[in-house]
Every structure is written in structure tokens, then in C-alpha cells.
């Protein structure tokens, strides 16, 4: 069998952790980086097999800074025929500029607090979220190709909107890291005349600032990137904030026990995952050949909570006509299938042994 061919533009933590990843899974890796001594660190340390482009590429992963991924892809796009994906934290402007059939907008919701190549996993992935952001143009067979390969590397995939992803990244990504640096600077400027502070500093106070330890160089991007949805999120932040001051200034201490108990409940309640699936079930949906069925369909799984496990596009030789088979967990089958009817699709669904 002929080794399948993939490149990485960008060889940082996670570009390295991708190029580690694909390896891992038999592929044939090339790398670019804007320092050379960086792209021949990753073939040197198991992230890629060479250093330069790749022509014959199936797919290219672009994990370089937000602001010059449309302009990396575009470039991809024309000088190579298979996928191209990104691995950003921000999408809609990318998608905005990129509407391609080729191309797919993504974000692995993985990190380390390890920088660089240096930091590289090959299992950085497993068990994290890897978000696709599929839009009308998006071919079918793009989406499906690279869920299936990000699944390989152990993670769960899901599919939203890119200015729904935007907006929940600023929430629980973005507002957060620069919450964690505010905190550590301040703490750093009361140290200068309380020299033990940072000493004292232990258990919790390193837990909430952990996040302002990573690379500082990407965040001005992601930032500007995402701004709207950064601002409106620090909004709501310092009018919490705003409360519970006034709650403390007021001795109130039946509104700070509500407000401690209901972040504690939502806190233990965060979701660890899907957990292992038991029984599967296909659920087989006739969709019109046109642009954009895979993104309508795609986000409403996600919008329910059901994670497709894998899918797959079978197209029809009588006419513009085919079928989306989905695999989920068959306790989830009829969930999605009352959502598909709901949207006017006419899904069946059937158990699998």
C-alpha cells in the first residue's frame, strides 16, 4: 500500500504533536517552519520524516499564528490538491476569508505546559475535543476525512458553527488565560514590596494562574482575532466581579454561599467526556447533493450533545441524491433522529450488533 502523505506548516507544540501523531499512525511527514533550524528540530526529535514542501499531500495541517492562516491556506490550496485544515483558536475570520471545498476550519482543544516543539506529544490529543467548523462550501468528504483522522489521534470530534465556537472559546479558553495573567501580574507587583508573596503562593492561587504560563506571542492574535467576543466576555466577568464585591463589602453572607454553592455545583458537574460507547447505532439520512448538508447536519449533533463516531457519504449515480450514514451511540439514536425530523430530514435509524 502507498504511505499516506501529509505536511505541517508551523512546528510549535501542537503542530509538532500533530506531525508526532500522524507518524504514530504510519503517515509520511513533511514539515515547514519560518526558522529552518526549528523544521529540521521536528524531523530530528520524530515530529516529521523531512523538511519542505509536499505537493502529493492528502492533507496539510497549518498550525502557524491566527492572523497568517488565510493567507498560509490559500497557498496550500494552490499548490496541492488534497485538504487543508487548520489547528487555530479562533475561526470565524478564517472561515470568513477561506471558503473553499477543500478546506475545513479546526481547533484541538489540547495544550501542555510545555512550549514548543520541544514539548511535542504524540498523545497530546487523546481525550481532548478537536472542534470542526464546516460551512457551506465545505465539501462532505473534507469534513469526513479529517474527523477521521483527528479521531485516530484520540480525540472527539465536534462540529460547530465558526462564530459559535468564537464565542464559547472566549468563555472557556480566552477570558480565562488573560484572567490567570491579570492575576499573576498583580500578584508580581504586590510582591515587589511583599517579598514573601510569591512564596506563599501554593495550591489553589498556582491551579487558576497555571494557564498564563504558556506562550505569550500568540495571544496579541488571538485577541484581535476574537475581540468582540473577548471584550463581551470580560464584560460579564467584571460585572460578576462587580457583585461580589458588593456582596463582601456588604457582609452578605447568604448571597456569597449561593453564589459559592452554585459554582461548586456547576464545577463538579463539568462533562469528562463521552466515556466508552457500548452499542452503536447508524443513522442514515438522505440529504440533496448541494453545499452545506454535512455543516447543517454536522452542528446539529453537536447542538443535541450527540457525538457522531464516525460517518461516512455515500453519493447516488440516479441523481443529485445521497446519503449521510452516522454512527453514534445507539442510547443517543433517537435523539438525533427526532432533531433531523424536527429540521425536515427523513432519517432512519438501525441497531448495530
Known sequence: ??????????????????????????????????????????????????VGPDPDAEITFLAAPVGSIPELARHALETTQGIVTDVGSTKAEICRQIRHPRFVG???????????????????????MWVLTPVAETDESTFATVASIVRHFGCEVIALAPEVHDNLVAQVSHVPHLTAASLMCLAAD?????????????????????????????????????????????????????DVRDKVANQDRAGLLDLLNKARTARINLPTGYGVVERVAEVAVPIPDRPGEIAAIATLATELDVNILDLEIGHSSEGPRGVMLLMVDAALGERLVGGLMARGYHPTLRQLD
Open 190 to 242: 504586590t510582591s515587589v514590596e511583599h517579598r514573601a508573596l510569591l512564596r506563599l503562593a501554593a495550591g489553589g492561587f498556582r491551579d487558576m494562574t497555571r494557564i498564563s504560563s504558556g506562550r505569550a506571542s500568540i495571544w496579541p492574535d488571538i485577541c484581535i482575532a476574537n475581540r468582540a467576543a473577548i471584550v463581551d466576555g470580560l464584560e460579564r466577568l467584571i460585572a460578576g466581579l462587580e
Open 1 to 50: 500500500m502507498t504511505q499516506r502523505r501529509a505536511a505541517v506548516i508551523g512546528t510549535g507544540l501542537i503542530g509538532g504533536s500533530v506531525g508526532m501523531a500522524l507518524r504514530k499512525h504510519g503517515w509520511h511527514v513533511s514539515v515547514m517552519d519560518l526558522d529552518p533550524a526549528v523544521a529540521q528540530q521536528a524531523v530530528d526529535l520524530g515530529a516529521a520524516d523531512r
Open 106 to 128: 479546526g481547533h484541538p482543544m489540547a495544550g501542555s505546559e510545555q512550549d514548543g516543539i520541544i514539548g511535542s506529544d504524540p498523545d497530546l490529543f487523546g481525550g481532548a
